[in-house]
């Protein structure tokens, strides 16, 4: 598969900024690079399964330093690591701590708080280690998912497409600072974004990664926003289409756009630490939710894959903690101790 250096369009995609770019040739989609084994040893910290309190329906799960998160009927939920419930705040509303649709939630791992973007109130919301809220940003524009980095900026993602890929936000008074430029020119199309579902984090490391739930594109940007490294994932699916829809509301057809219902999932969720960036991987397994494929932080290189002892839908990491959440047949919050070769 092809690589190169300085792949550049300056017909505005782009915005001739240099772009280190892995495996992207014209063959690339037919392409499919065998998976091996990644020598990582998994043990089991705890899991805890619903009950009638807490893991009624958990999303967004973040691994920290002595407590695990998780965003479930609109409260925030902490767990010890050894499964034990440690509190629970928020509820729904939109008064301060409250929330509406908390769309994604991370650490930010400068001062160990967390960061909840509630598109339903829209605003972010920074929450301490003990989950009192610290201060808010009302968000300027529509967003989708939020990561705050190691000099007090913040980047995010569009919601509702627009051809834009990456917004960067003043720490201190949440203006919006500048665009990073798209890397791939799927974004050509307006509506590719929402339609790919763009999975945003920050590393511990500086580096930001990128990845698609329906797209195999992985992207990570060096501490600084530098030059981005891009590469399809090893087996990758195709990009998704939107397709145009014709809806009625308050007695007038109204149209929109929504995903292809032939797209392809590629990825479920990902997570990172200072060297590896996981996919938790869908596309053509045979068992999805299990794979985890791992790739190098700082050149996007495959190292191998791990197989999950059994199928989940999110994943955190901290350090050598692996946090996931799995969503059927019963909610569950698993979590694993990682000894890395």
Same mark, same amino acid.
């Given at each position: 598969?092809?690589?190169?250096q300085?792949?550049?369009?300056?017909?505005g995609?782009?915005?001739?900024?240099?772009?280190?770019?892995?495996?992207?040739?014209?063959?690339?989609?037919?392409?499919?690079e065998?998976?091996?084994?990644?020598?990582?040893?998994?043990?089991?910290?705890?899991?805890?399964?619903?009950?009638?309190?807490?893991?009624?329906f958990?999303?967004?799960?973040?691994?920290?330093?002595?407590?695990?998160?998780?965003?479930?009927?609109?409260?925030? $939920? /902490?767990?010890? =690591? !050894?499964? +034990?419930?440690?509190?629970? @705040?928020?509820?729904? &509303?939109? %008064? #301060?701590?409250?929330? *509406?649709t908390?769309s994604?939630?991370?650490?930010?791992?400068?001062?160990g708080?967390?960061?909840?973007?509630?598109?339903?109130?829209?605003?972010?919301?920074?929450?301490?280690?003990?989950?009192?809220?610290?201060?808010?940003?009302?968000?300027?524009?529509?967003?989708?998912?939020?990561?705050?980095?190691?000099?007090?900026?913040?980047?995010?993602?569009?919601?509702?497409?627009?051809?834009?890929?990456?917004?960067?936000?003043?720490?201190?008074?949440?203006?919006?600072?500048r665009?990073?430029?798209?890397?791939?020119?799927?974004?050509?199309?307006?509506?590719?974004?929402?339609?790919?579902?763009t999975?945003?984090?920050?590393?511990?490391?500086?580096? $930001? /990664?990128?990845? =698609? !739930?329906? +797209?195999?594109?992985?992207? @990570?940007?060096?501490? &600084?926003? %530098? #030059?981005?490294?891009? *590469?399809?994932?090893?087996?990758?699916?195709?990009?998704?289409?939107s397709?145009?829809?014709?809806?009625?509301?308050?007695?007038?057809t109204?149209?929109?756009?929504?995903?292809?219902?032939?797209s392809?999932?590629?990825?479920?969720s990902?997570?990172?630490?200072?060297?590896?960036?996981?996919?938790?991987?869908?596309?053509?397994t045979?068992?999805?939710?299990?794979?985890?494929?791992?790739?190098?932080?700082?050149?996007?290189?495959?190292?191998?894959?791990?197989?999950?002892?059994?199928?989940?839908?999110?994943?955190?990491?901290?350090?050598?903690?692996?946090?996931?959440i799995?969503?059927?047949?019963?909610?569950?919050?698993?979590?694993?101790?990682?000894?890395?070769?």
């Amino acid at each position: 598969m092809a690589s190169g250096q300085g792949w550049v369009w300056c017909g505005g995609i782009l915005a001739c900024a240099s772009v280190a770019v892995v495996g992207l040739g014209n063959e690339s989609a037919a392409q499919r690079e065998p998976r091996r084994p990644y020598p990582a040893r998994l043990t089991v910290l705890f899991s805890r399964v619903s009950d009638d309190r807490v893991l009624v329906f958990p999303h967004h799960p973040v691994a920290a330093d002595s407590l695990v998160y998780v965003y479930d009927e609109q409260q925030v $939920v /902490a767990f010890d =690591y !050894a499964g +034990a419930l440690r509190w629970r @705040v928020g509820r729904a &509303g939109a %008064g #301060p701590g409250e929330h *509406r649709t908390v769309s994604h939630q991370v650490l930010d791992h400068r001062t160990g708080d967390l960061w909840q973007y509630d598109l339903g109130n829209g605003r972010i919301q920074v929450r301490a280690a003990d989950g009192q809220l610290r201060r808010t940003y009302p968000a300027p524009r529509t967003l989708f998912k939020v990561a705050p980095l190691a000099d007090g900026r913040f980047v995010a993602t569009p919601g509702g497409g627009g051809g834009t890929f990456l917004h960067l936000f003043d720490g201190t008074t949440g203006a919006e600072v500048r665009q990073v430029p798209p890397p791939v020119p799927e974004y050509r199309d307006p509506q590719f974004s929402d339609a790919a579902s763009t999975k945003l984090l920050a590393c511990p490391s500086g580096h $930001v /990664a990128v990845a =698609y !739930a329906y +797209a195999s594109y992985l992207i @990570v940007l060096p501490p &600084g926003l %530098g #030059p981005p490294v891009v *590469r399809e994932s090893i087996d990758p699916v195709p990009p998704p289409r939107s397709v145009e829809i014709s809806f009625r509301e308050g007695g007038r057809t109204l149209t929109g756009h929504r995903r292809a219902p032939d797209s392809k999932l590629a990825s479920r969720s990902i997570a990172c630490d200072r060297e590896r960036l996981l996919v938790l991987y869908e596309g053509t397994t045979g068992d999805p939710g299990r794979v985890v494929d791992v790739y190098r932080l700082s050149d996007l290189a495959y190292l191998g894959s791990i197989r999950l002892p059994e199928s989940v839908n999110f994943l955190s990491m901290h350090g050598d903690r692996l946090v996931a959440i799995r969503l059927d047949p019963v909610p569950a919050l698993l979590a694993w101790r990682v000894t890395w070769p």
